[in-house]
């Protein structure tokens, strides 16, 4: 069993960053590769970005065109995801998950999931 509990979400100018943190509960958090995701109102949520457990390998959604970074620090059991040059086609609710499968891009793939947390980018 993994809790997830995303921070770091908030309103941000275009351009600017933010960086977000999925804090895991558990000890077996460095057995499985985590994800991000994120939903927009009135859309699907979508793959943004994925660390496999041991961090040696990510992967991005083609529209992350460079500008996020997933990093991972298994001895706190925490995630980030590093946004830079935001705009306000970013904004979502950015959720955090986890998984032991390898079809990491799969939100289906997926056994456990945070609450999410809000990104809003303005103009």
């Known amino acids: 069993q993994v809790h997830l509990v995303e921070s770091g979400g908030g309103l941000v100018q275009a351009g600017g960053s933010l960086r977000l943190s999925c804090a895991a509960s558990?000890?077996?958090?460095?057995?499985?590769?985590m994800g991000w995701f994120r939903q927009a109102p009135g859309k699907e949520r979508e793959f943004v970005s994925a660390?496999?457990?041991?961090?040696?390998?990510?992967y991005y959604a083609s529209f992350v065109k460079g500008r996020f970074t997933i990093s991972r620090d298994n001895a706190k059991n925490t995630v980030y995801l590093q946004m830079n040059s935001l705009s306000p086609e970013d904004t979502a609710v950015y959720y955090c998950?986890?998984?032991?499968?390898?079809?990491?891009?799969?939100?289906?793939?997926?056994?456990?999931w945070g609450q999410g947390t809000q990104v809003t980018v303005s103009s």
């Open positions: 998950a986890a998984t032991t499968r390898v079809r990491v891009g799969a939100s289906s793939e997926y056994d456990y």
């Open positions: 558990g000890r077996t958090f460095s057995s499985y590769n």
């Open positions: 660390i496999m457990w041991s961090g040696g390998n990510t």
